[in-house]
């Protein structure tokens, strides 16, 4: 069964340093999105992407953040200038259309 | 802005028994509706959907229930089993504001064998 995924499962960086974490999509997917969640708090939106653009974005997702769709098979994330408040699991997500979207498994940022 | 709520932080069934999740919305623009599933260290799992011009959808032992005019959905279990001890999520699109998925802050389901 086709599924999202991500690494590295776990990513540990000091503040400060750039991090990129990697999705690769269900391969007929046209929809990408990153959601984070914080340790005991709720799953919070991050990016949607879609015809190789950024088509809506929180407000967690300032200037640090970044997405990237390289290749045409994996999605990137990249936060240039981690800090403490970034520790949290980070998920990709992935739909073909007005369905439901599929995630991956996520990956653990911990940033000391 | 809480736009989805869950107001259970958690839940204890007993097996076999019936498990009743609620999710409430604010913002009448939602016009489909999910429920995930989320095990410790994963991520979450599709569960169910209902668009909103339905009021009922069932798979399997889940059923999801919508109540437009009230706001609130319901997601039944039935029977309960001790592997359906997760972290239930509720989430809404609105179409209209894009594609993205707004969040319930989750319940914690335990069913006890």
């Known amino acids: 069964e086709p599924e999202v995924t991500q690494t590295p499962s776990h990513q540990v960086t000091q503040m400060g340093q750039e991090v990129i974490l990697r999705c690769v999509p269900i391969?007929?997917?046209?929809?990408f999105y990153w959601y984070r969640q914080i340790l005991g708090q709720k799953v919070e939106f991050l990016v949607s992407?879609?015809?190789?653009?950024?088509?809506?974005k929180s407000e967690i997702f300032d200037d640090q953040f970044s997405v990237e769709r390289p290749d045409g098979s994996n999605f990137t994330l990249k936060i240039r200038s981690t800090k403490l408040e970034d520790s949290a699991m980070y998920f990709c997500?992935?739909?073909?259309?007005?369905?439901?979207?599929?995630f991956g498994q996520g990956t653990r940022l911990t940033v000391v | 802005d809480q736009q989805v709520k869950q107001n259970s932080p958690s839940l204890s069934v007993q097996e076999g028994r019936i498990s009743i999740l609620n999710c409430d919305y604010t913002?009448?623009?939602?016009?489909?509706f999910l429920w995930y599933k989320k095990y410790p260290a994963e991520g979450p799992t599709f569960l169910i959907s209902?668009?909103?011009?339905?009021d009922k959808n069932e798979d399997g032992r889940f059923t999801v229930f919508l109540n437009k005019s009230a706001k609130h959905l319901s997601l039944h279990i039935v029977p309960s089993q001790p592997g359906d001890s997760a972290v239930y999520f509720c989430?809404?699109?609105?179409?209209?504001?894009?594609?993205?998925?707004?969040f319930g802050p989750g319940t914690r389901l335990s069913v006890l064998p």
């Open positions: 997500a992935s739909k073909v259309d007005n369905t439901e979207a599929f």
């Open positions: 391969s007929n997917h046209l929809y």
């Open positions: 992407f879609y015809n190789n653009e950024i088509s809506e």
């Open positions: 913002n009448s623009m939602f016009d489909y």
């Open positions: 209902i668009s909103s011009i339905k």
């Open positions: 989430a809404a699109r609105a179409r209209n504001y894009g594609q993205n998925f707004v």
